[in-house]
């Protein structure tokens, strides 16, 4: 059941699938566009760009852009958008904004959907930066009565972007470019401006050039020139002055040439062309207008390109010139066939169509496309591309691009369909042999075009029709058929040979494999078999069971092969090949059987039918209209049933045909037309088909007919310079062909073929199309149609060319004096009858009826009419525009009169600045009225408005510009003041001045560079630069400050790093500290003042090289190797070379051997110095590890030591063991024992015992025992009673044997005296560890152990405990375990005694730190360690942090008894503490110190020096405020004004106003009181202050006195401001409890007997401690604020001042050091000045002396001035910070202290003389 459910499913989805997606693969359609962006796209910065796309396609394509390489185009934002419709927006940018990848690259279009992908022609984008330009006129001088020509000169680089637009003829007559001219003059298209027969009078005229950018529509105006007339006396023969020798134009566009001679007499002009065989003269026509010197051609065409000559004559000779006229004609790119299907496997072919005006264009640049990507070239052949075995790959969009040399393309697109495919099976089943019972399923998948249907076949039979078997079909999405036979329960019947087989329209393909059921033989029905006649019959035995032996064919009785056309083949198939009707029709039988012998037998009848054979037929040649015909298709064989059918052009024959169709008998059909026409035409099947076979065969019927109208010819009209179509089509069979003709004179003369030509064309459908259509296209035009059947047909037509009116020129000028009489005139060509009318203004009727004045003319000429307008008495109204307006029944046109009036001009009004710059202002008037013809120039004068600096003498500019009304006046100095006014001029003089207006120019950047720049080093990275202000004249404004750039010299970099210093304004000196500079290079130096403007130029580089130093790296590659047992070769590479900072001196290595003892010897650190790579090392101890490290070192001291690297030197031969013991165990035995050697020198490999017998002094015999490495003892056996035995010991390594150990003798004996045969001496073990002290003896003695003579008893102590061999263990071990341990034995006999030196090693004690002095930035501290704890130190680790935040810690060498923090922050308390580390562990942390770094925060500076008030302004001069050691922040700067209003508000400046040199508070009142409220911020705190100042005077004045007074009393009475008043008693409340604490502490500091050294240590110190260090602690003593810094064993607490050191290092308590800052609480609070510690150097280990006295670098400021005071705090270790209580106390120690060093920030280093 659920296999029936499924199998409903599949069918319905197979059904939609079928019914939905046909339709929709039918829809499908490749992208085409739409609209294609132009080749080239220009804009301009200011108006941006776009660039549109769009296409068609089913579905609709998406639109994307690509860059030229392929990659895609992004959105930039602000810069480039992508818009939703796929236009590509190129935004407006400022000119710093270009980027030439967006604003000048090549952009491509990409339209694709699920057909393919197309992509659009290269789309060149360039963006123009709008520049500013001017433009020149050149006149090429001429002779009276010749011809001269204006040049407009544009710069070159906007000469492509700028046309000319018009010119002016002084003062107001405007001239625009023409084909014809105006007859004076003549403004070409290129912007020559011809001027025609010149006269005397033409030299006084003056012309200007009007210009206009193409992207920025900005017209640019030249300066008015005149014209020069050369005079010429006597003959002079012509020459060509002017010529243009190329023109290039579009089609459709018109063409003007230029050939200008000069001569005497004026020379004469002939034009002719040199297109033909020989030269041609040049007529005038409708689209040729010759013109003298200009030859104008009208609407060109490619007929028109060629070489034309003109030639100047005169009575003196003549001159000639050849000029070449191109003409670009447009392209058409079309590939046929544009939609192409091919099926599989099979060729597709392109052809790239090039047309021009439908003609054929020879070879071009072709490439193709592929959805987008080139092909290469290999697939084309010219214009074809051919693709080879087509696949479902090379389906999609094609494209040929076609490229012209001149860099435009063209492109089009065409699409490959996939055809049909024959299907291919993907999937199919296999073979499978099974018992009854189970379900089977086969499976087969196909695939072709279209989707392949699949059937299954049982023996090549249909399957059984009964419910076990189901079969199930569908379509996966890519388009392959899926089919399944389902068998629910196989039986045996269900055996044999299953077959798929999948079939379209474009072929069948199947498979076949055999499903075998056991069980015993049997024949299924055999159906009824057809056979065809002639073909081969291949019949399967439908036998099932399995397995068969045998399958055999019987018929008749007899079987099977009995002819040579009958084949059984392997598998048991009957073939018969080829089968004839007679011979093997009838009944076959198939019988099987299995091996054992059971068989099965089944027939079936065959019958064989002979396919139809239609004999040839044909319709007779030359049946016309009107005609009959019959023709007779006959069957000559076949077997019946037989039908026979007729078809036109493949399909039925239509009942409206007329044609019978009569059966002679049923093997022949008759087909007869009792009337023939057009319709009859075409070609004819007969069909015969019968079960066998269907038979085709067709012959041609055509019926020829005469021409006929299908569109006939008629008369036409057309507008001039319009298109129109003349129709004229026919039909006929053949097909006639059309052919126009135009009469030469009247409609009964002469006609003469019309060719293709431009501006005609022949259409395919017979049409004619004329464009452009002038007079001369008038006249009778004759179409004709003719086939070859009669005579043909014809019909006359005419065409009338209907001539709206037309002008000769566009516009024409007038100029009249006021009161003179004007007189318009204008002439117009066309049809008539024509009306013109005179307008003023355009939109103005004149009538002579209403206006006196005025009286109108009109009379015909042969063209046309000739119309007059008369104005008496004109005056300044009179003047502007008046247009002729000419009209008919086809069309108007109108022309334009400037009439111009002159009259006395009138003086300018409104004038202003438009712009204002550092040397130019741009004035801009107005005129008072709208008559400007009056006005030739305008005259600007100006001058100076300074009053120191009165000038009476005006300076003049003229302007020769009226119709803008502006003029630029270029030359004048920055930042001054000037007055302006303009006189116009006219032919009447000139107006009177305008009003004066005042100009302040605009600042300047400086001029001039720095002088006097000097560099010197200070430092190995600081360099200090000094300079002097640019010379006043050059500074163009207040100087506000300088960058300074720096660069190593060196270097290929030619970029400064540039940093900025402020200025005074003044044009003072200046300095800057350059600091973290490289190490000992050489720099170049540029300095640059720079004021409210910018920067000025770069002065001349100055060259200074820092300080060396020592190296900031370790030598590289460190390699060690072992010479012998006592010398290493260490060798090495110099550190990289940036590293060095300076001149190498040499190397230095340090060295020490890794032992561990319980102390290291301090003599164990070796170092050797080389200035060599390599170093051997010698005298060094024997097979010992060793750490080695090297350092380069300068001449200023030693670099980084390199990372160890640790080496052993050879091993070598043993020393002696250390002791030997030799003790009686038996009367026949000894026992010896002995001690390894303290120096093995290598690896003890064994050891050997000899052992020597004597008698009295005669050796009897001599022994030697090699005994393993690990033995240390050994005993003796069956000895001699009573005889001397002697033994000694040696060590052997791998390198050989050592020294002997001393001759240790015995005497046998029976006595055994008690002896301990163990050693003693020193043993070393951690703490919390177990220690086993041996003491094994002989003689079975007693044992007692003491400790430092104190008997230990068993059990006496709880980590003690004596095991019966004797031995000692003590367990969890302490450091008050360690000392002396003895065991002494005792038999009666004799007794021994052994000493073990226990040593425990334990964590060192904490270390004692303190800090020798701080500055603002670092923190130098020393200490010492304490108890080691009985194990080398191994490291520190130094602990530190700021505040409350995170502990920093950073680990130090065990060597280092100092270190200095650096990088601190400045007035910041720290909290310090270290530790130290050996094997055992770490130590307790030192007492954490609070260490403040030097730095408060600010200070208050004086009214005087920060302030300077000015009339409406404030300077505040910001440097001018304490830092007090920490640099300040910001600023937060608010005033108000004094005034009786107690609510006026603060105006706030600036809440957070970085540090400069100067501000300027603006927009202040003169004369008024203000408070200034201030506040200074840096890290260590703030400070604020207010202060009041009065602003001068309006003049500039010192304001009123009792203004000032007032401001006095104002700054007394601070307790009338609340916020001043409650910090006030807060503070006097503070200090008033600060003196009662005080004297309570002093009282009680009397009554305390202790020292004062011992009050200041503080006690929380001493509580600290750890006791492991309490006795180093209690060593520590403080002595009236002295800190003893070095403590050796010999040293003393001094006493008196004579005690103290002339370099001693004092800590000052900070309540000691800065009375006025607040007592912090904690031991550690101190506040540190460091003197110079001369008495000894530091030395390494625990110790740690004070540092050795250096030199400080000192730096000077070069200023003297308090604002101008600018330095740095010197970073010496040693050099302290003096506070603002050091600067309190200056003066009592002058007198015995020399001043090294000033700072700004009152940072001093004092030494004691």
């Not at 020829?704 to 008369?715: A, G, Y």
């Not at 000094?1026 to 960058?1043: C, F, K, M, T």
């Not at 690896?1243 to 015999?1261: A, C, D, F, H, P």
């Amino acid at each position: 059941m659920w296999i029936s459910s499924r199998l409903f499913v599949i069918f319905l989805l197979l059904h939609l699938e079928t019914t939905c997606s046909e339709p929709f693969e039918a829809h499908l359609r490749g992208p085409g566009f739409v609209m294609e962006p132009p080749g080239r796209v220009e804009f301009s910065n200011s108006s941006g760009g776009w660039l549109d796309c769009s296409a068609s396609g089913s579905p609709q394509p998406t639109i994307d852009w690509v860059h030229a390489d392929g990659s895609a185009v992004t959105e930039i934002h602000g810069v480039r958008r992508v818009l939703r419709n796929g236009t590509l927006v190129l935004m407006p940018f400022a000119a710093a904004a270009y980027h030439q990848d967006v604003h000048n690259t090549i952009y491509r279009c990409i339209a694709s959907n699920s057909v393919g992908r197309i992509v659009s022609r290269d789309v060149q984008v360039r963006a123009v930066v709008a520049q500013a330009y001017k433009v020149d006129v050149e006149v090429l001088s001429a002779s009276r009565g010749c011809t001269a020509i204006l040049r407009c000169v544009v710069p070159t680089f906007v000469k492509e972007l700028v046309r000319v637009v018009s010119w002016v003829h002084e003062p107001a007559i405007y001239i625009y470019p023409s084909l014809q001219g105006d007859g004076k003059f003549h403004l070409l298209p290129t912007g020559e401006l011809l001027i025609h027969n010149l006269q005397e009078s033409d030299e006084s005229q003056s012309f200007r050039c009007r210009s206009m950018h193409r992207l920025t529509r900005q017209v640019v105006v030249s300066s008015p020139t005149r014209l020069r007339i050369n005079s010429h006396r006597g003959i002079i023969s012509p020459s060509v002055v002017e010529h243009t020798a190329h023109v290039q134009v579009s089609q459709d566009e018109g063409a003007v040439l230029l050939c200008v001679a000069q001569g005497c007499p004026s020379p004469e002009y002939s034009w002719y062309t040199h297109n033909g065989a020989g030269p041609l003269p040049v007529l005038s026509g409708p689209r040729v207008r010759l013109l003298g010197p200009i030859l104008a051609i009208e609407a060109v065409t490619g007929e028109d390109s060629g070489v034309y000559k003109c030639t100047a004559s005169n009575v003196g000779g003549e001159a000639s010139a050849e000029l070449r006229l191109t003409v670009a004609t447009p392209i058409q790119v079309e590939i046929s066939p544009n939609v192409l299907s091919v099926h599989m496997g099979g060729t597709a072919e392109f052809r790239c169509l090039v047309t021009s005006n439908g003609s054929p264009v020879g070879m071009q640049n072709i490439l193709w496309y592929k959805d987008g990507r080139q092909l290469p070239s290999s697939g084309r052949v010219e214009d074809t591309l051919v693709v080879p075995r087509v696949s479902r790959e090379n389906r999609g969009m094609y494209q040929c691009v076609v490229r012209r040399p001149e860099g435009d393309t063209f492109q089009a697109t065409a699409e490959l369909q996939l055809g049909d495919a024959p299907p291919v099976l993907l999937y199919s089943f296999i073979e499978q042999t099974l018992q009854p019972g189970p379900a089977v399923s086969l499976k087969c998948s196909a695939a072709g075009n279209p989707t392949p249907q699949i059937s299954w076949t049982l023996d090549g039979f249909p399957l059984p029709s009964n419910g076990r078997f189901m079969i199930g079909q569908y379509i996966t999405v890519h388009g392959d058929v899926i089919s399944h036979v389902n068998i629910s329960h196989v039986m045996v019947e269900d055996g044999g040979e299953y077959a798929c087989i999948a079939e379209n329209r474009a072929g069948r393909v199947q498979h076949a494999a055999r499903l075998n059921i056991y069980g015993l033989p049997y024949i299924r029905l055999i159906p009824k078999v057809t056979a065809v006649s002639g073909e081969t019959l291949n019949l399967k035995c439908p036998v099932a069971g399995y397995p068969i032996e045998e399958i055999h064919w019987e018929r008749g009785g007899r079987e099977l092969p009995d002819d040579i056309r009958q084949r059984v083949q392997p598998d048991g198939s009957l073939t018969i090949s080829p089968v004839q009707k007679n011979s093997d029709s009838g009944v076959y039988t198939c019988w099987a059987r299995n091996k054992q012998g059971h068989s099965a037998r089944r027939s079936g009848e065959v019958t064989v039918i002979v396919p139809p054979s239609i004999e040839p037929f044909a319709f007779q040649e030359g049946l016309a209209e009107g005609m009959r015909t019959r023709t007779v298709c006959g069957v000559s064989r076949g077997d019946p049933p037989l039908k026979l059918i007729w078809l036109k052009d493949g399909e039925p024959l239509p009942d409206l045909l007329g044609a019978n169709v009569t059966m002679l008998d049923q093997y022949s059909s008759l087909l007869s037309i009792p009337s023939l026409s057009a319709t009859h035409s075409g070609e004819y099947t007969c069909v015969a088909k019968n079960p066998a076979a269907e038979i085709k065969y067709t012959a041609l019927l055509q019926v020829k007919v005469p021409p006929r109208w299908i569109v006939e010819p008629v008369d036409a009209n057309v507008e001039r310079n319009r298109h129109i179509m003349l129709h004229c089509q026919a039909q006929g069979v053949p097909t006639p062909s059309i052919v126009w003709k135009k009469a030469t004179g009247s409609k009964s003369g002469e006609y003469e073929e019309v060719r293709e030509r431009p501006f005609t064309k022949l259409l395919g459908n017979g049409s004619l199309l004329l464009q452009h259509v002038k007079e001369d296209r008038e006249g009778f035009y004759l179409c004709q149609a003719n086939n070859g059947i009669g005579t043909g047909i014809g019909k006359v037509i005419q065409l009338k060319v209907n001539s709206s009116p037309y002008f000769s020129s566009t516009s024409r000028s007038v100029m009249v004096k006021k009161g003179d009489t004007a007189l318009l005139q204008c002439s117009v060509s066309g049809d008539k009858p024509i009306n013109i009318v005179w307008m003023r203004s355009g939109k103005n009727t004149l009538n002579p009826s209403t206006n006196y004045k005025i009286s109108v003319k009109q009379e015909a000429t042969p063209d046309g009419v000739s119309a007059e307008l008369q104005i008496r008495t004109v005056d300044a109204t009179d003047s502007g525009p008046y247009f002729c307006r000419a009209s008919n029944l086809y069309g108007n046109d109108q022309q334009l009169v400037q009439l111009q009036v002159q009259e006395p001009p009138q003086p300018p009004s409104v004038l202003e600045a438009a712009m204002i710059s550092s040397r130019s202002v741009n004035l801009k008037w107005q005129p008072k009225t709208l008559g400007t013809g009056d006005v030739s120039k305008y005259l600007v004068e100006f001058r100076e408005a300074d009053p120191a600096l009165f000038v009476e003498q005006w300076q003049q500019v003229e302007v020769k510009d009226p119709p803008t009304f502006n003029a630029l006046i270029e030359n004048l100095k920055p930042a001054t003041r000037y007055a302006f006014r303009v006189i116009a001029e006219g032919s009447a003089g000139r107006s009177a001045p305008s009003q004066e207006l005042i100009v302040r120019t605009e600042p300047q950047r400086p001029a001039g560079p720095p002088l006097n720049l000097s560099a010197r080093p200070l430092s190995s990275t600081e360099l200090l630069i000094s300079w002097v202000a640019p010379l006043p004249e050059l500074r163009h404004g207040d100087i506000q400050g300088y960058n300074v750039g720096y660069k190593l010299a060196n270097s290929g970099n030619t970029a400064y790093n540039f940093t900025s210093v402020s200025g005074d304004g003044d044009g003072g000196n200046g300095e800057l500290l350059l600091s973290g500079l490289a190490k000992f290079q050489r720099y170049n130096v540029v300095v640059q003042a720079f004021n409210q403007v910018g920067p000025g130029p770069l002065s001349e580089p100055a060259t200074s090289q820092t300080m060396e130093d020592v190296p900031s790296r370790s030598p590289e590659d460190v390699r060690c190797a072992a010479l012998s047992s006592q010398s290493l070769q260490v060798s090495w590479q110099p550190p990289p070379i940036y590293h060095t900072n300076g001149l190498l001196q040499g190397y230095k290595l340090v060295f020490e051997p890794i032992i561990d003892d319980i102390q290291p010897s301090k003599d164990e650190v070796e170092s050797r110095k080389t200035t060599a790579l390599t170093m051997v090392l010698t005298g060094l101890r024997k097979y010992t590890n060793y750490s080695i490290q090297v350092l380069a070192h300068t001449r200023m001291g030693d670099g980084v030591l390199s990372k160890p690297l640790f080496c052993h030197s050879e091993e070598d031969v043993p020393e002696a063991p250390a002791d030997i013991k030799v003790v009686v165990s038996s009367s026949q035995s000894l026992y010896i024992s002995w001690l390894p050697p303290t120096e093995p020198n290598g690896v003890i490999t064994k050891y050997s015992l000899y052992t020597r017998v004597v008698n009295g002094r005669e050796e009897l015999n001599n022994e030697k025992r090699s005994l393993p490495s690990q033995q240390a003892y050994y005993e003796a056996k069956g000895l001699h009673p009573h005889m001397e035995y002697q033994f000694w010991v040696t060590a052997s390594t791998r390198v050989g044997e050592g020294k002997s150990s001393r001759v240790a003798s015995q005497i046998t004996t029976n006595r055994i005296p008690a002896r301990i045969i163990s050693f003693g001496g020193l043993v070393v073990r951690p703490w919390r560890s177990t220690v086993t002290l041996p003491c094994t003896a002989v003689g079975k003695p007693k044992r007692d152990w003491f400790k430092s003579d104190v008997v230990l008893r068993q059990g006496g102590h709880h980590n003690t405990q004596i095991l019966d061999n004797g031995d000692l263990i003590i367990s969890s071990l302490e450091l008050g375990d360690g000392g002396n341990y003895s065991c002494q034995v005792d038999n009666g006999i004799g007794t021994d005694r052994l000493t073990h030196i226990l040593l425990v090693q334990v964590p060192p004690a904490a270390p004692t730190l303190y800090v020798t002095s701080a500055t603002s930035s670092s923190i130098l501290m020393h200490w010492k360690c304490g108890f080691t704890g009985n194990a080398p130190i191994t490291g520190y680790t130094l602990f530190y942090r700021r505040g409350n935040a995170n502990t920093d810690e950073m680990q130090l060498s065990r060597h280092a008894s100092s270190h200095e923090l650096k990088g601190l922050v400045c007035g910041s308390t720290y909290q310090i503490y270290l530790s130290a580390q050996n094997k055992v562990g770490p130590s307790p942390s030192s007492i954490m110190l609070h260490v403040r770094t030097q730095g408060q925060s600010p200070g208050q500076p004086s009214s005087t020096a920060l302030l300077a008030p000015n009339s409406t302004s404030l300077l505040v001069r910001l440097h001018s405020w304490p830092d007090n050691g920490c640099p300040i922040l910001y600023f937060v700067l608010q005033y108000k004004a004094v005034t009786d209003d107690p609510d006026a508000e603060w105006v706030m400046v600036s809440n957070a106003l970085k540090p400069q040199r100067r501000l300027v508070v603006p927009n202040l009142l003169p004369s008024t009181l203000y408070h200034l409220r201030m506040e200074a911020h840096n890290v260590a705190g703030e400070s604020s202050a207010e202060f009041s100042f009065v602003t001068l005077t309006k003049d500039g004045d010192p304001p009123p006195p009792e203004i000032v007074q007032r401001g006095h009393r104002g700054t007394t009475v601070f307790y009338g401001n609340i916020n001043l008043l409650i910090p006030s008693i807060a503070a006097l409340s503070g200090m008033i409890c600060t003196i009662v604490m005080v004297i309570i502490c002093y009282r009680n500091m009397l009554k305390n007997a202790r020292p004062l050294a011992e009050q200041s240590a503080h006690s929380q110190k001493e509580s600290l401690e750890n006791r492991a260090n309490s006795e180093a602690a209690q060593r520590e003593r403080y002595y009236a604020t002295i800190h003893k810094v070095s403590m050796q064993n010999n040293d003393k607490i001094p006493e008196t001042s004579e005690d103290i050191s002339p370099y001693a290092t004092f800590q000052l308590s900070e309540g000691a050091a800065n009375m006025s800052q607040p007592h912090h609480g904690g031991p550690a609070n101190t506040l540190l000045h460091s003197f110079m510690y001369h008495e000894r150097a530091l030395a390494e280990g625990c110790s740690s002396p004070p540092p050795a006295a250096s030199k400080n670098r000192r730096r000077h400021s070069r200023k003297t001035e308090p604002e101008s005071e600018e330095s740095e705090s010197d970073q010496d270790q040693l050099t302290s910070s003096r506070t603002e209580s050091s600067n309190q106390h200056e003066g009592k120690i002058k007198h015995n202290s020399r001043l090294i060093q000033h700072f700004p920030n009152h940072n001093i280093s004092i030494t004691y003389l």
